[in-house]
Nanobody, 116 residues
Framework: QVQLVESGGGLVQAGGSLRLSCVAS????????MGWYRQAPGKQRELVAA???????TYTDSVKGRFTISRDSAKLSVYLQMSNLKPEDTAVYYC??????????WGRGTQVTVSS
């Protein structure tokens, strides 16, 4: 059974930084795409950033220039370096992995709170 486990969330002041980590376990097969989504209270879950096995990255406009996604395919891990955090970045951040079969897996989420 595949499990994705996030870590690194917390409370930080505006302008600060956090680094989220996600480690997959339970399978030796890597993910074609790994990414981070977030969901703020009362809002829909949205894609924050994603990265393919080839290293191609995608970012939502609001985080471009502030967030950096990276992955270690050998370790089935993905990371999100977040800098210059803003109160509007406050949300639960979820790790996602998608296999070549189309199967999608989610972590349970980690809370990021940015105080003004």
């Amino acid at each position: 059974q595949v499990q994705l486990v996030e870590s690194g969330g917390g409370l930080v002041q505006a302008g600060g930084s956090l680094r989220l980590s996600c480690v997959a376990s339970g399978s030796i097969f890597s993910f074609n795409t790994m990414g981070w989504y977030r969901q703020a209270p009362g809002k829909q879950r949205e894609l924050v950033a994603a990265i393919t096995t080839g290293g191609r990255t995608t970012y939502t406009d609001s985080v471009k220039g502030r967030f950096t996604i990276s992955r270690d395919s050998a370790k089935l891990s993905v990371y999100l370096q977040m800098s210059n955090l803003k109160p509007e970045d406050t949300a639960v951040y979820y790790c996602n992995g998608v296999r070549s079969t189309g199967s999608s897996y989610w972590g349970r989420g980690t809370q990021v709170t940015v105080s003004s």
